[in-house]
């Protein structure tokens, strides 16, 4: 049996304990005869809990004790997760992160460090919950050069675009609707502006190619500006309105961009709805590949943390060799990323014209305003030529 | 440099050659420094291509040299496939197949056998083409009890379904249009009669139960008796035909089967067209997840077959776990399986009702006839129920 520690008994923690403990006999089959958390490392005690013996509360106890070869980090946030993950990896235990933060920020140098200490730091859960796609990215798709990944790696932006596009509600309501479900959190700003699935689309494209990719370099737009008006637009166009991570590879090296799109019913992700996130692959002989599931929530999130707590159980002395330096990667300039654009002016139709040519004009029924669809321009082309109307609102459109 | 050998070199063994070549450099940054094919075992030769001077026509060259690691395996068919694979893996090298023919038949033997010798026996490629699908279900849901894996496994018959749904065409005219068009063979049988996804999904529900599942044991009906009139009930019923492969885990244990279904526009799969395939897989704690690609295609499944020698090459001294036993798993009676059937029969109303009870009538505008959908009944109680009707056509309704 092997001996493990979950550091962060919130809902992810706890979840992976309760996946240990459902599915104990089938693991245990497939993890060199099982799994059994021996320490719970948390602030807080837990009467009552099944672990409630398991609780410490000094990360010392666990980087001490040799019996120790797993090590689950599901506390959140960079610090002090990063300095108790090193102290785990210094010692020779496997660890296996949810944690998305760490990951995008320090992950070349955590798994570096894993190399040399001949251990494993997997780190599945924190892009997509439980769809599989750091694995296969870094074990299945090795074949290839990925040309494109895209995503919709936020469940709780794309359950309030889902909901606006089916109820034509506006932005704030739907935000409250998802506050009372629980699906957003009270501070809803790492979601609804983007930046959770920007740290995802940072750690894919690491992973893509190879070398650390910041994410505070990352052109980043979040939905907040999206209105039930847009919506409506989206339908007479047949299109609906998703919230995109993506990285394209180009003349100029790799794109990334997260900001949201209206992507037409051939598109992959455009029946990906509710809280589920989904993963769009293009390689350059596989072609186009998707990978689709639960982009969050308790046990599908926990599912991935276990799957990595079995993959190391069957790895104890084998590293598994993950391709991301820490040399940086330069993105491309995004003032040259080519796209076409759907705009909303209380400009005339004329000046339209004067500006952009041969627009395609969309009425959606709204007084005032027209909407046009514009060829596809580089986005430094866009903004200088948008700043000649007056805009109300800007969306992208994806194929 | 790693050195491997390709046996066959038709569509996919020269696919494999080509993606070697193409992401040359990708891979060898990936597969401790690179693969390079030293033998191509054919009994025809190929003088003016890049191999030419690989060929041999002895297996026993491979055998005996010591510096060939990994063997490819894209031979088809299980003699001489078997004989070969089964020496490539005495002589202590690694082996990658395509065949899901071999798999299906001999799987849990060459597993045990790569077991025994600690090399690897992988098989990406033999299910689903270029979707990662048997890596993902090895080491990705390991976490889970696998309740249900449905697939539409078959590009060549998912290409006719969506022709005849968008068209109105008969069988005939796109079989013949598919062998037109290189996606169905001269013998179409193995593909129209189900019997090729009927090898896929017994690989899947071995590799998700851990045991041998025989595919002569499931239950494989194809799309030969499907018609323009039963699309034209379908599209009626907003609904789509598709060949689903599937397992699902019941109180009397796997219940395996292939079969036209009618899946609703809700049902993960209904937007897999064309010559796509893609898999769906319950997990008990993940919930709901699908692997979507390229399902077939020279370079797609090439792209598989390449990432399994990337996976060897990083695994050269450390045996790949694959839980698949030799030990034989009995189905579940399939008389006793649940489903929802649709049903076209020259009886009147009344003769239905007294039967079926409340049945669900379709009025699809077709003369003489009349479709309607069941309750929720066994197979055995439907054999019964509908033998006292003039059943023109059936089709059971998925999700």
Same mark, same amino acid.
């Given at each position: 049996?092997?001996?493990?520690a979950v550091?962060?008994?919130g809902?992810i923690g706890?979840?992976?304990a309760?996946v240990?403990?459902i599915?104990q006999? %089938?693991?245990a !089959?497939k993890?060199?005869g099982?799994?059994?958390?021996?320490?719970?490392?948390?602030l807080r005690?837990?009467p !009552?809990?099944?672990?409630?013996?398991?609780?410490?509360h000094?990360? $010392?106890?666990?980087v001490?004790?040799?019996?120790?070869?797993?090590?689950?980090?599901t506390?959140?946030?960079?610090?002090?997760?990063y300095?108790?993950?090193k =102290?785990m990896?210094?010692?020779?235990?496997?660890v296996?992160?949810s944690n998305?933060?760490?990951v995008a920020?320090?992950? =070349?140098e955590l798994i570096a460090?894993?190399?040399?200490k $001949?251990? $494993?730091?997997?780190?599945?859960?924190?892009?997509?919950?439980?769809?599989p796609?750091i694995?296969?990215?870094?074990s299945s798709l090795?074949? &290839?050069?990925?040309?494109?990944?895209?995503g919709?790696l936020n469940?709780?932006?794309n359950?309030?675009m889902t909901k606006m596009?089916n109820?034509?509600?506006?932005?704030d309501?739907?935000l409250?609707?998802?506050?009372? /479900?629980?699906?957003?959190?009270?501070?809803?700003?790492a979601?609804?502006e983007?930046?959770?699935?920007?740290?995802?689309?940072a750690?894919?494209? %690491?992973?893509?190619? !190879?070398?650390?990719?910041?994410?505070q370099?990352?052109h980043?737009?979040?939905?907040? /500006?999206? %209105?039930?008006?847009d919506m409506k637009y989206a339908?007479?166009m047949?299109?609906?309105? +998703?919230?995109l991570?993506? %990285?394209?590879?180009?003349d100029?090296?790799y794109?990334?961009?997260?900001?949201?799109?209206?992507?037409?019913?051939?598109?992959p992700?455009?029946?990906?709805?509710?809280?589920?996130? =989904?993963?769009?692959?293009?390689?350059?002989?596989?072609?186009?590949?998707m990978?689709y599931g639960s982009?969050? !929530?308790?046990?599908?999130t926990?599912? =991935?943390?276990?799957?990595?707590?079995?993959d190391?159980?069957?790895?104890l002395?084998?590293?598994?060799?993950?391709?991301?330096?820490?040399? +940086?990667l330069e993105?491309?300039?995004f003032?040259k990323?080519?796209?076409v654009f759907f705009?909303?002016?209380s400009?005339?139709?004329d000046t339209?014209?004067?500006i952009?040519? &041969?627009?395609?004009?969309?009425d959606a029924?709204?007084g005032g305003e027209?909407?046009f669809?514009t060829?596809?321009?580089?986005?430094?082309a866009f903004?200088?030529k948008?700043a000649?109307l007056n805009?109300?609102?800007?969306?992208?459109?994806?194929?």
């Amino acid at each position: 049996m092997i001996k493990a520690a979950v550091m962060g008994y919130g809902t992810i923690g706890s979840g992976v304990a309760e996946v240990l403990r459902i599915n104990q006999d %089938s693991i245990a !089959g497939k993890a060199n005869g099982g799994i059994e958390v021996k320490y719970v490392l948390d602030l807080r005690d837990f009467p !009552g809990d099944p672990i409630q013996d398991k609780v410490v509360h000094d990360v $010392n106890i666990i980087v001490n004790d040799p019996e120790i070869q797993i090590v689950v980090e599901t506390m959140g946030g960079v610090e002090p997760a990063y300095t108790f993950v090193k =102290a785990m990896l210094e010692a020779g235990k496997h660890v296996t992160t949810s944690n998305k933060a760490l990951v995008a920020d320090k992950g =070349a140098e955590l798994i570096a460090l894993a190399r040399e200490k $001949n251990v $494993n730091f997997l780190f599945e859960a924190s892009v997509g919950g439980g769809i599989p796609i750091i694995r296969p990215l870094n074990s299945s798709l090795t074949a &290839d050069e990925i040309e494109e990944i895209t995503g919709i790696l936020n469940g709780t932006t794309n359950y309030m675009m889902t909901k606006m596009a089916n109820e034509g509600l506006e932005f704030d309501d739907v935000l409250k609707d998802a506050q009372e /479900k629980g699906y957003a959190e009270k501070d809803p700003t790492a979601d609804v502006e983007g930046y959770d699935a920007c740290r995802k689309i940072a750690i894919l494209t %690491s992973l893509v190619c !190879g070398r650390q990719v910041d994410f505070q370099d990352i052109h980043t737009e979040g939905i907040t /500006k999206i %209105s039930a008006a847009d919506m409506k637009y989206a339908k007479k166009m047949g299109r609906a309105i +998703k919230l995109l991570a993506s %990285s394209r590879k180009t003349d100029g090296g790799y794109l990334a961009m997260v900001a949201p799109f209206m992507i037409s019913p051939e598109h992959p992700l455009y029946n990906v709805n509710d809280v589920f996130n =989904a993963v769009f692959v293009r390689g350059n002989v596989l072609g186009d590949a998707m990978f689709y599931g639960s982009g969050a !929530g308790k046990l599908p999130t926990a599912s =991935a943390v276990v799957a990595d707590m079995v993959d190391i159980a069957r790895h104890l002395d084998c590293h598994i060799g993950i391709e991301w330096s820490s040399k +940086k990667l330069e993105l491309a300039d995004f003032g040259k990323a080519e796209n076409v654009f759907f705009v909303r002016t209380s400009s005339g139709e004329d000046t339209i014209r004067q500006i952009f040519g &041969d627009a395609d004009v969309i009425d959606a029924g709204i007084g005032g305003e027209i909407g046009f669809v514009t060829d596809v321009m580089t986005e430094d082309a866009f903004a200088e030529k948008s700043a000649k109307l007056n805009v109300i609102s800007v969306i992208r459109v994806g194929q």
